[in-house]
Nanobody, 119 residues
């Protein structure tokens, strides 16, 4: 079955860094575009960054220049390096196949990893 397990979140001061990781199983990882999404309290889930099969990347404007997404197809992992964190980055972060998100397939969300940016 599909399993997406995120890790690496925590409490960090503004300006700090965190690296999130996600291990995927049960999907043909190497041929899926993968995304990192986040959901803050009271807000809708939103795309933060995506990475295509060949490794090209895309970022939401609010993280450009601060976050970097990467993938390791041999290990079925996708990572998100987050630098210069801001309080508004506080949210639960999830990884998910972009095609699932686009099609409204919501059965496979993992638990996510909490990121809290606060002094």
């Amino acid at each position: 079955q599909v399993q997406l397990v995120e890790s690496g979140g925590g409490l960090v001061q503004p300006g700090g860094s965190l690296r999130l990781s996600c291990v995927a199983s049960g999907i043909p990882f190497s041929i899926y575009e993968m995304g990192w999404y986040r959901q803050a309290p009271g807000k809708q889930r939103e795309l933060v960054a995506g990475i295509r099969i060949v490794g090209s990347t895309m970022y939401a404007d609010f993280v450009k220049g601060r976050f970097t997404i990467s993938r390791d197809n041999a290990k079925n992992t996708v990572s998100l390096q987050m630098n210069r964190l801001k309080p508004e980055d506080t949210a639960v972060y999830y990884c998910y196949p972009m095609i699932y998100f686009a099609s409204g397939e919501n059965r496979y969300w993992g638990q996510g990893t909490q990121v809290t940016v606060s002094s």
